[in-house]
């Protein structure tokens, strides 16, 4: 079977993860416990999730001249993912989020960094790849008029667009009229149908919404669709949401129906969950067909 042909225009970060008892008060020096770094970024987990179920994968983003740029660069790489698209820049450092996890909840800061350079000009250096994909696939960890140019040249030449708002903004009318999927979870649905009171209205049909344990859902013809999903060993649910996304594409890609191609990304991400990490918990498509066959 032929891989389809999908392009991830996105962000890659370097997770900072530190796990302590609790979250120190202001002013205070607080000794942690652990302290990993961890590939992530919202578009690399979805490209790690998508070339894992058989996708021949492309990343079209930036990050720094910097040591977590190359390693981002390499894990992509190494993951089969073709990085020939991701530019290393000299003046700006690579995205990071600093996240620390204690046992109830956890804080996260996101500096963009280069992901914030992801300019209209990077798109219309790397539109050929854009062109000549089945779909493309963005989120909004990178500037909206990219996303926005994005949704232009997929809309010039019909390639089906999957656009992940996360996180949720106002968006564009070129991103919502040219989005074949709109795959929102069920908080940055309210945030979206605040910012747009008609766009479930006008454009139900194009939302395939994620709700974590429940499964996912999408409309048609104004029917509501519920895909159930499996019951999991719930062990870390970081990237979870990505990992749905990249396995959807994955079967969208393979022109398969919205029931099918739901149902296999609720498994997809079921699995996921039961592993700690985002990427190093993204399942291999032997994984996720053993799964589906039980």
């Known amino acids: 079977m032929n891989q389809p042909k999908v392009t991830i225009v996105g962000s890659l970060n370097m997770d900072l993860v530190v796990t302590a008892e609790r979250h120190p008060a202001i002013g205070e020096t607080l000794t942690g416990e652990k302290f990993t770094t961890l590939c992530g970024g919202k578009g690399a987990n979805q490209a790690v999730a998508a070339a894992r179920l058989g996708c021949d994968v492309t990343f079209i983003g930036r990050v720094g001249n910097d040591a977590f740029g190359k390693e981002m660069i390499e894990n992509l790489k190494n993951e089969g993912v073709n990085v020939g698209h991701i530019e290393m820049i000299d003046d700006v450092e690579s995205g990071i989020a600093m996240i620390t996890v204690n046992p109830m909840d956890n804080t996260i800061i996101v500096v963009p960094g280069a992901n914030a350079n992801v300019t209209e000009d990077v798109i219309d250096k790397h539109r050929q790849a854009i062109i000549d994909s089945d779909v493309v696939v963005t989120q909004l960890e990178i500037p ?5 140019h994005v949704a232009q040249v997929c809309g010039e030449h019909n390639v089906d667009l999957v656009v992940n708002p996360a996180p949720a903004r106002k ?43 429940k499964g996912c859902y999408y409309s048609v013809d104004a029917y509501r669709v519920d895909v159930p999903t499996m019951k999991a060993e719930v062990v870390d649910t970081t990237g979870a949401g990505d990992c749905f996304n990249g396995a959807f594409v ?21 699995i996921s969950v039961e592993k700690f990490g985002a990427q190093t918990a993204m399942p291999t498509i032997e994984e996720v067909e053993t799964r589906m066959r039980r």
């Open 144 to 148: 909206i008029e990219t996303v926005d």
């Open 250 to 270: 994955s079967r969208i890609a393979r022109g398969e129906n919205l029931e099918d191609s739901c149902n296999f990304a609720n498994v997809a991400a079921s």
């Open 171 to 213: 968006l564009t009318d070129n991103i919502i009229n040219y989005s074949t999927y709109i795959t929102p979870n069920q908080i940055e649905l309210t945030q979206l149908a605040e910012a747009h009171p008609e766009i479930l209205k006008d454009h139900v049909d194009k939302f395939v919404v994620t709700s974590g344990s």
